[in-house]
């Protein structure tokens, strides 16, 4: 990937690809008369977050395909066997897991202004062709383009660069906290970015990390779309039950092990 690409140019490649991505949200919200009367967001709005995500890793892909890179290469579309992909399942239960714990935690330091939390209304529409936009947005093609763009382009092309894993998992985990725009819940993001970060180095692949990318998106979005009383039966005392968080702990501990090891046999 060095041979045309330098490590200023492939920050700019990736900073031109999220403002080609906000332009392309821009002009469809400016189609949404919701946007002026101050009315429940409408059809266009939700159809702006969801182009704009499936041409996130659109400016990328269309570079290294003029320069005659190679796709699966560059952006970690490496194939992996069936045990990595069960392993990244039980990864993706441990983590779930832990991160709400860290959650609560954070928001007991950090409390969460009651304005940011009517934002989780914009996630569950009452229109249904809304709700599976939102849907398919959050769940599937944010995690496959955002992986796309900071494990399998960025992270990746950094660690070749540097040769250093360590700082290109903390770099890329940075730029896609950045990119979020969400101050309340930067610590979560960037540490989710450290663990996608590692997941795809240690597989060499951003499956793994899709699919642990895809099972805490689609975690929030179920509790929020199924309210308070779903989340609040994995509680107690205000935090996740101590047995469903050993067992949280115990599948990530478990899964990575198990990766590190299968990582290892591969070598």
């Not at 939390?117 to 939102?134: E, G």
Request: with cysteine; glycine share 6%; proline share 4%.
């Amino acid at each position: 990937m060095n041979r045309m690409l330098s490590t200023p140019l492939a920050f700019g490649i990736v900073i031109f690809s999220f403002l080609c991505s906000l332009l392309i949200a821009g002009i469809f919200s400016a189609l949404d008369p919701a946007i002026l009367s101050g009315s429940d967001l409408g059809l266009f709005s939700y159809l702006a977050l969801f182009f704009a995500q499936i041409f996130l890793a659109a400016p990328i892909a269309l570079f290294l395909f003029r320069n005659g890179y190679n796709l699966v290469d560059n952006f970690r579309l490496k194939a992996v066997s069936r045990k990595i992909l069960y392993l990244s399942f039980i990864l993706s239960f441990g983590v779930v897991l832990v991160s709400s714990e860290l959650n609560i935690i954070i928001d007991l330091i950090f409390p969460i202004p009651d304005s940011f939390l009517k934002l989780d209304s914009l996630l569950s529409p009452d229109n249904p062709i809304s709700l599976i936009l939102v849907f398919l947005t959050v769940v599937i093609v944010a995690p496959v383009g955002e992986e796309m763009v900071f494990r399998g382009f960025l992270q990746n092309f950094l660690e070749k660069s540097w040769n250093d894993v360590t700082r290109a998992v903390l770099v890329s985990s940075l730029f896609f906290t950045l990119i979020h725009f969400n101050p309340y819940w930067a610590i979560q993001i960037y540490l989710m970015g450290l663990i996608l970060g590692y997941l795809s180095w240690l597989t060499k692949s951003i499956y793994p990390s899709i699919l642990l990318h895809m099972s805490i998106n689609g975690t929030s979005m179920l509790f929020i779309f199924l309210g308070e009383g779903a989340e609040s039966s994995l509680l107690w005392k205000g935090h996740i039950n101590p047995i469903l968080l050993a067992i949280g702990i115990f599948a990530a501990w478990y899964s990575l092990k198990s990766m590190y090891k299968e990582k290892q046999i591969v070598l």
